[in-house]
Each structure stands twice: as structure tokens, then as C-alpha cells.
């Protein structure tokens, strides 16, 4: 599960926890990114996400960190990260990666978007305001049941029943900026890591 966690907060918790009990996984990779090829660098620096990070998932055994791409000066795509992935593990082993809706959505847009289903599957979760009915038809015809994901190393599209929480980082920044609160949005460590380090407040 990759992105910017920026900062990670429950929808992200509860969407990769749901993904692996539903789908069986070994495990969920949180791989926080350093600077992503598909869009503008985040303001915060990755070493502060990959710090908050660590203290999202601390004390889960289903989840582990890969913190290879947040400690990279190069930008990174997803082709990139399941290129790595691939040399790390063996061509052999089913690579499952968590999506929400709304990124599916966007797939054909990402670099070398055609060879991504060559290196893994996709697991995708229900995201609030995004329908089902706009997956474009070559994607659609990608639409497996979970037994896939164990049958072949990638190529299947998998749904997956999610809670549905409105909470992005971005809407989370901007509380922070405004002096909101932010409590129960994400977890205690994490906000308290962004107090102390002064993230997000508006400038002064």
C-alpha cells in the first residue's frame, strides 16, 4: 500500500486492515513515498511521514514498513515500486496491491498504466462518491473474485466490502491550519508527532 501519508490517519488504517482479513494477505508493505512521479512533492518531508507512519502501524504484526522509496532523492512511479518489488521477491509470488476506488478510476493514467497488471493484482475498496459503474471496460473485464489473487502473481482486479470514512489528509491539513481539531481522525501518536514538530499549522 503506497501513497504519501501525508499525513496517514483511519481511513488509511482501516482500509488496509480490511483489505487484509478480507483477501487473506500475509501481510500489508506500507511504502510511504519520497517523491512521487504522478503528482506535485508533498510539503511535508518524507522523513516526517515516514516518521508518522512508523507511529501508525506500531505494534500491528500484519503490517510491516518499506521505507526504500521515502529515503530516495528520485522520483518514483508505481511501475517503479512493483519493478522493485518483483527483483525482491521472485516472479512467483502473488503481489497484491490496496487501491481506493477513486485511483482505480485514474488507473490509465499512470505510467506504463498497460504493464502495471504484469507485476501484480489490485485490490480495491470502496471509497465515498465514486460508483463502480464509471470502471472503464478494460479495467472491468480485469474483475476477479479473491480466489485470484492466490491462483496467478498479479493480473486480477479485486473488490473488497470497506468501512466508507470521509477523512482525507488533505481536509485534515487544513483543520490543522485553521487551529481545528483533529482528534479522532487519525491516531494519538500520530497528531501528537504533529504538534510537536509544528506540521501543518498556517504560517504565522
Known amino acids: 500500500m503506497g501513497g504519501t501519508f501525508d499525513p496517514p490517519h483511519y481511513a488509511?488504517?482501516?482500509?488496509?486492515?480490511?483489505?487484509?482479513?478480507?483477501?487473506?494477505?500475509?501481510t500489508v508493505r506500507w511504502i510511504p513515498s519520497g517523491r512521487p512521479g504522478h503528482r506535485d512533492a508533498p510539503a511535508t518531508s518524507a522523513a516526517h511521514r515516514l516518521a508518522m507512519v512508523k507511529l501508525a502501524i506500531a505494534g500491528h504484526p500484519g503490517f510491516t514498513l518499506d521505507e526504500a522509496e521515502a529515503r530516495?532523492?528520485?522520483?518514483?512511479?508505481?511501475i517503479d515500486?512493483?519493478?522493485?518489488?518483483?527483483?525482491e521477491l521472485g516472479p512467483a509470488v502473488p503481489l497484491v496491491m490496496i487501491i481506493g476506488m477513486d485511483s482505480l478510476l485514474t488507473l490509465p493514467t499512470w505510467r506504463e498504466s498497460e504493464r502495471?497488471?504484469?507485476?501484480?493484482?489490485?485490490?480495491?475498496?470502496?471509497?465515498p462518491g465514486y460508483d463502480a459503474a464509471a470502471i472503464p471496460p478494460a479495467l472491468a473485464a480485469r474483475m476477479r473474485g479473491p480466489e485470484a489473487l492466490v491462483a496467478e502473481p498479479g493480473g486480477a482486479i479485486v473488490r473488497f466490502e470497506?468501512?466508507?470514512?470521509?477523512?482525507?489528509?488533505?481536509?485534515?491539513?487544513?483543520?490543522?491550519a485553521r487551529g481545528g481539531s483533529a482528534r479522532y481522525l487519525l491516531p494519538a501518536?500520530?497528531?501528537?508527532?504533529?504538534?510537536s514538530q509544528g506540521l501543518y499549522r498556517a504560517p504565522s
Open 12 to 26: 488509511h488504517l482501516r482500509l488496509a486492515e480490511e483489505a487484509r482479513v478480507a483477501l487473506g494477505l500475509d
Open 72 to 78: 530516495s532523492a528520485a522520483p518514483t512511479f508505481t
Open 81 to 87: 515500486t512493483f519493478r522493485r518489488l518483483r527483483a
Open 116 to 127: 502495471l497488471p504484469d507485476h501484480a493484482h489490485f485490490a480495491v475498496g470502496a471509497r
Open 162 to 176: 470497506s468501512t466508507l470514512l470521509a477523512i482525507s489528509a488533505s481536509s485534515i491539513r487544513a483543520t490543522i
Open 189 to 195: 501518536e500520530v497528531l501528537d508527532y504533529i504538534g
